[in-house]
């Protein structure tokens, strides 16, 4: 079995029951091609578990091709209305990355409707306490946001937060020390290839409101053009990613909209 697997990124999704929030189109996958991934998830017998499940030892503890971790950003409020039922349709499970100073703010998870998926099996993790760029925060302020986010999301989870993702998918040597003393065993990036058990930095792909089905399924098969195509775009965006984050003051711990942030991951 191939030792690495794949770790794939959602954010919104739309349909006819939600209204649209004020959110990077880009990350927004319509319902029907949600379902469509879904059901293309199952024709290649793959089995969705959970990232600490994979993470833990790299294969699936069923018969299937290999594992696959779904994770979700942002705590958005689609994640609940249309994506959890049709998880629960599939029998399937995901990983919900969240920053708890956003619950139960309009278009955002509230606490009930998070204690409900985790009932049917969800996971939730840390996305920090806001979403602002990890990197550029002084070192006191950097733990706080990892630690006060931890510890809340786990007084009202009852359970341990094992997993960050860096907002904006930044990250670097600090916030994953940082990140490793305050409890937390990885550190999500947003290198587009497939990850490996124990990372102490965790590989996931995004899917993007573009994405076709016939990279999608590339993807699930850990075919190499697709990532060579996401790393080439990567590096061209680097630079200029960098100083449009340079222009806002996260330093401060004020939060900027993705929306105004178009090359996310």
Same mark, same amino acid.
């Given at each position: 079995?191939?030792?690495?697997?794949?770790? +794939?990124?959602?954010?919104?999704?739309?349909?006819?029951?939600?209204?649209?929030?004020?959110?990077?189109?880009?990350?927004? %996958?319509s319902?029907?091609?949600?379902?469509?991934?879904?059901?293309?998830?199952?024709?290649?017998?793959?089995?969705?578990?959970?990232?600490?499940?994979?993470?833990?030892?790299?294969?699936?503890?069923?018969q299937?091709?290999?594992?696959?971790?779904?994770?979700?950003?942002?705590?958005?409020?689609?994640?609940?209305?249309?994506?959890?039922?049709?998880?629960?349709?599939?029998?399937?499970?995901?990983?919900?990355? %969240?920053?708890?100073?956003? %619950?139960?703010?309009?278009?955002?998870?509230?606490?009930?409707?998070?204690?409900?998926m985790?009932?049917?099996?969800?996971?939730?993790?840390?996305? =920090? @306490?806001?979403?602002?760029?990890?990197?550029?925060l002084p070192?006191?302020l950097?733990t706080e946001?990892l630690?006060? =986010?931890?510890?809340?999301?786990?007084?009202?989870?009852?359970?341990?937060?094992?997993?960050?993702?860096?907002p904006?998918g930044?990250?670097?040597?600090?916030?994953?020390?940082?990140?490793?003393?305050?409890?937390?065993?990885?550190?999500?990036?947003?290198?587009?290839e497939?990850?490996?058990?124990?990372?102490?930095?965790?590989?996931?792909?995004?899917v993007?409101?573009?994405?076709?089905?016939?990279?999608?399924? @590339?993807?699930?098969?850990?075919?190499?053009?697709?990532?060579?195509?996401?790393?080439?775009?990567?590096?061209?965006?680097?630079?200029?990613?960098?100083?449009? +984050?340079?222009?806002?003051?996260?330093?401060?711990?004020?939060?900027?909209?993705?929306?105004? %942030?178009?090359?996310?991951?």
């Amino acid at each position: 079995m191939n030792p690495r697997f794949p770790v +794939l990124i959602y954010h919104g999704i739309i349909g006819g029951r939600v209204s649209p929030v004020k959110y990077s189109c880009k990350y927004v %996958i319509s319902e029907q091609k949600f379902v469509e991934q879904l059901d293309e998830i199952r024709n290649q017998n793959l089995a969705v578990v959970s990232l600490k499940a994979a993470w833990s030892n790299g294969k699936s503890t069923v018969q299937a091709r290999g594992p696959l971790v779904l994770t979700f950003d942002d705590g958005l409020a689609s994640n609940y209305e249309i994506a959890f039922p049709l998880l629960l349709r599939q029998g399937m499970e995901a990983d919900f990355f %969240i920053n708890p100073a956003a %619950i139960g703010k309009t278009g955002y998870l509230s606490w009930q409707e998070i204690a409900s998926m985790q009932r049917f099996g969800m996971s939730f993790h840390s996305h =920090s @306490q806001e979403h602002i760029d990890l990197t550029r925060l002084p070192l006191e302020l950097l733990t706080e946001h990892l630690r006060v =986010s931890k510890r809340s999301l786990e007084d009202r989870l009852g359970c341990s937060v094992d997993f960050l993702a860096a907002p904006y998918g930044l990250l670097n040597g600090r916030v994953v020390d940082v990140a490793a003393q305050e409890g937390y065993l990885a550190v999500c990036n947003s290198v587009s290839e497939p990850t490996m058990a124990r990372a102490r930095s965790i590989n996931r792909i995004a899917v993007y409101r573009h994405t076709p089905m016939p990279i999608f399924r @590339q993807i699930l098969r850990q075919r190499p053009f697709p990532f060579s195509v996401r790393k080439v775009r990567s590096a061209l965006l680097y630079l200029p990613k960098q100083l449009l +984050l340079r222009c806002q003051p996260s330093w401060l711990g004020v939060t900027v909209s993705e929306s105004h %942030i178009e090359f996310h991951h």
